[in-house]
């Protein structure tokens, strides 16, 4: 394995123990409201806090970090994010937890748009899109691996181990970092921010991110409290949840891959709409768990846990690409936006979770996510026929065009 190969593996790293953090609470959330002696819509804000602060620091201390030497940055970023998860790891209540939470999410926010950055740094152009895709595929196999092997970790012995583990992976990123990366002093010109597209406002933009944060909340309303949704009504216990998550997780990398080379074929929106109305078709599934007889409740549940990744993961690249064709010359801005986007509506979704849970109890959740799905859907199809059916100005590409694509 090259050095240079050897560098974007430690970044993916990086981001692997991220995404496992982000995303692993869902399946020991019960765990720690019972331990903790708190209810689990309270403990819910352990991940609806992380995805709020993880999305803005992105978005704030992304551009300030490019003023400084990014293995520095990138060195502090993961070392900070592997203290914050010890000291979960031994946090005494919530109040301590939460504040080991937010601290994990700031120092996640400093080293993921850096890593990206020095992903394309290190790399000679015609290979920067796989090296990106390499420190992506980091937050990927989390889906696929972290996630339910942390779960199981959790449900076997301790929520706290799970937070070891990740703390682990973390120094081990932090260390392979330091002694594989060379210094990465940013050039004045580069430190500089860039893209600012002129008009994209008035462009098909802001009304795709909030289609983004509105599906993502969707998503996150049920996902939040999905170990719980599956004991009460699926009869599973923490192993065959964990079990369950791994389906989930493989069907959500399959869904990455698929959904990218669909975007190409297809064109993006007609992917997203494929992708949101097969979302609705899984989450409906699980809406209709309380209602099922017995028999059916698991494996109707495999296969909506099975077609939720899919769909759920397969729709990023298609919108990732919808949203560069709109403003080429602003597609690194963009991005970040929608990064920041995602983790806002992850946040939202938690938090609306919660408050869904706390009034209207755990049935309610996946009718509440299928139901802002089923909005999103017929709002971007409706968006989508009248761009199409609009005359196109001489002097510009062609809206319908833009928004089919």
């Given at each position: 394995?090259?050095?240079?190969?050897?560098?974007?593996r430690m970044l993916a790293l990086g981001s692997f123990a991220l995404g496992t953090s982000?995303?692993?609470v869902a399946g020991i959330l019960p765990t720690i409201a019972g331990d903790l002696d708190v209810p689990l819509a309270d403990a819910g804000r352990l991940l609806s806090l992380f995805a709020l602060v993880y999305g803005t620091a992105a978005l704030v201390l992304g551009p300030l970090a490019a003023r400084f030497d990014r293995r520095t940055v990138l060195v502090v970023g993961m070392a900070g994010f592997t203290v914050a998860h010890l000291v979960a790891a031994v946090a005494p209540d919530m109040g301590v937890l939460l504040g080991a939470r937010i601290a994990a999410a700031v120092f996640a926010g400093l080293y993921s748009p850096t890593a990206m950055g020095v992903a394309v740094a290190l790399s000679p152009p015609e290979e920067r899109g796989r090296a990106v895709a390499a420190v992506l595929s980091g937050m990927t196999v989390a889906m696929v691996l972290g996630v339910p092997l942390g779960s199981l970790l959790g449900g076997l012995g301790s929520w706290r181990s799970t937070f070891v583990a990740v703390?682990?992976?973390?120094?081990?990123?932090?260390?392979?970092?330091?002694r594989l990366l060379p210094r990465l002093p940013v050039a004045p010109a580069a430190a500089a921010p860039t893209g600012r597209p002129a008009g994209w406002v008035r462009s098909a933009v802001p009304l795709n991110l909030l289609a983004v944060f509105s599906w993502q909340l969707a998503?996150?309303?049920p996902f939040t409290f999905l170990a719980e949704v599956l004991s009460v009504f699926a009869g599973l216990d923490a192993t065959a949840i964990s079990a369950l998550l791994l389906v989930y997780g493989g069907f959500a990398y399959l869904g990455n891959r698929s959904g990218g080379r669909a975007a190409d074929r297809h064109g993006g929106t007609a992917t997203v709409l494929a992708m949101l109305g097969a979302l609705l078709l899984?989450?409906?599934c699980l809406a209709l768990l309380p209602q099922l007889p017995a028999p059916w409740r698991v494996p109707v549940a495999v296969g909506a846990l099975a077609l939720w990744g899919w769909a759920g993961w397969g729709i990023v690249p298609a919108q990732m690409s919808r949203l560069v064709r709109f403003v080429p010359s602003a597609a690194q801005t963009v991005l970040?936006?929608?990064?920041?986007?995602?983790?806002?509506?992850i946040a939202a979704g938690a938090w609306v979770g919660g408050v869904v849970l706390e009034g209207y109890g755990l049935a309610a959740l996946s009718r509440v996510g299928a139901a802002v799905v089923a909005v999103v859907l017929v709002l971007l199809a409706a968006g989508t026929w009248a761009a199409a059916a609009r005359p196109a100005p001489a002097t510009a590409p062609p809206a319908g065009e833009a928004l089919t694509r």
């Amino acid at each position: 394995m090259s050095r240079a190969d050897a560098r974007l593996r430690m970044l993916a790293l990086g981001s692997f123990a991220l995404g496992t953090s982000g995303f692993v609470v869902a399946g020991i959330l019960p765990t720690i409201a019972g331990d903790l002696d708190v209810p689990l819509a309270d403990a819910g804000r352990l991940l609806s806090l992380f995805a709020l602060v993880y999305g803005t620091a992105a978005l704030v201390l992304g551009p300030l970090a490019a003023r400084f030497d990014r293995r520095t940055v990138l060195v502090v970023g993961m070392a900070g994010f592997t203290v914050a998860h010890l000291v979960a790891a031994v946090a005494p209540d919530m109040g301590v937890l939460l504040g080991a939470r937010i601290a994990a999410a700031v120092f996640a926010g400093l080293y993921s748009p850096t890593a990206m950055g020095v992903a394309v740094a290190l790399s000679p152009p015609e290979e920067r899109g796989r090296a990106v895709a390499a420190v992506l595929s980091g937050m990927t196999v989390a889906m696929v691996l972290g996630v339910p092997l942390g779960s199981l970790l959790g449900g076997l012995g301790s929520w706290r181990s799970t937070f070891v583990a990740v703390a682990v992976l973390g120094a081990a990123a932090t260390v392979g970092l330091a002694r594989l990366l060379p210094r990465l002093p940013v050039a004045p010109a580069a430190a500089a921010p860039t893209g600012r597209p002129a008009g994209w406002v008035r462009s098909a933009v802001p009304l795709n991110l909030l289609a983004v944060f509105s599906w993502q909340l969707a998503m996150f309303v049920p996902f939040t409290f999905l170990a719980e949704v599956l004991s009460v009504f699926a009869g599973l216990d923490a192993t065959a949840i964990s079990a369950l998550l791994l389906v989930y997780g493989g069907f959500a990398y399959l869904g990455n891959r698929s959904g990218g080379r669909a975007a190409d074929r297809h064109g993006g929106t007609a992917t997203v709409l494929a992708m949101l109305g097969a979302l609705l078709l899984a989450l409906t599934c699980l809406a209709l768990l309380p209602q099922l007889p017995a028999p059916w409740r698991v494996p109707v549940a495999v296969g909506a846990l099975a077609l939720w990744g899919w769909a759920g993961w397969g729709i990023v690249p298609a919108q990732m690409s919808r949203l560069v064709r709109f403003v080429p010359s602003a597609a690194q801005t963009v991005l970040s936006l929608n990064t920041a986007v995602v983790y806002w509506g992850i946040a939202a979704g938690a938090w609306v979770g919660g408050v869904v849970l706390e009034g209207y109890g755990l049935a309610a959740l996946s009718r509440v996510g299928a139901a802002v799905v089923a909005v999103v859907l017929v709002l971007l199809a409706a968006g989508t026929w009248a761009a199409a059916a609009r005359p196109a100005p001489a002097t510009a590409p062609p809206a319908g065009e833009a928004l089919t694509r």
